[in-house]
């Protein structure tokens, strides 16, 4: 069974920075595209930062770019995302997850992604 493994959330303050982790076991992140995904009480899920297994490709929603960053470290097997500038509305439960991939237009959809970590709560507040 695929294990992934968040961690790095927290409480920040508006304007500030936090790095989320997400570790893989049983398993190499090599052959499948990652995510993360946010989701904030009373709404969906949200794919807001993907990267390909190739590395080559990334997708950001709108409400991030410019201030979230997704990349691998392949010989640690883990996946990050870099959080600038974070405002309110980023918090959240932070999910990362892995899938086949698709499209670039589409490689960002919940639905391509099959397993899934337990989360972690970032939060935004003063």
């Known amino acids: 069974q695929l294990q992934l493994v968040e961690s790095g959330g927290g409480l920040v303050q508006p304007g500030g920075s936090l790095i989320l982790s997400c570790a893989a076991s049983?398993?190499?992140?090599?052959?499948?595209?990652v995510g993360w995904f946010p989701q904030a009480p009373g709404k969906e899920l949200e794919g807001v930062s993907c990267?390909?297994?190739?590395?080559?490709?990334?997708k950001y929603a709108d409400s991030v770019k410019g201030r979230f960053t997704i990349f691998r470290d392949y010989a640690k097997n883990m996946v990050y995302l870099q959080m600038n500038s974070l405002k309110p509305e980023d918090t959240a439960v932070y999910y990362c997850?892995?899938?086949?991939?698709?499209?670039?237009?589409?490689?960002?959809?919940?639905?391509?992604?099959?397993?899934w970590g337990q989360g972690t709560q970032v939060t935004v507040s003063s």
């Open positions: 997850a892995v899938g086949a991939g698709g499209p670039i237009g589409t490689m960002c959809a919940p639905a391509l992604f099959h397993s």
């Open positions: 990267l390909s297994r190739s590395g080559g490709d990334t």
């Open positions: 049983r398993f190499s992140l090599d052959v499948f595209t």
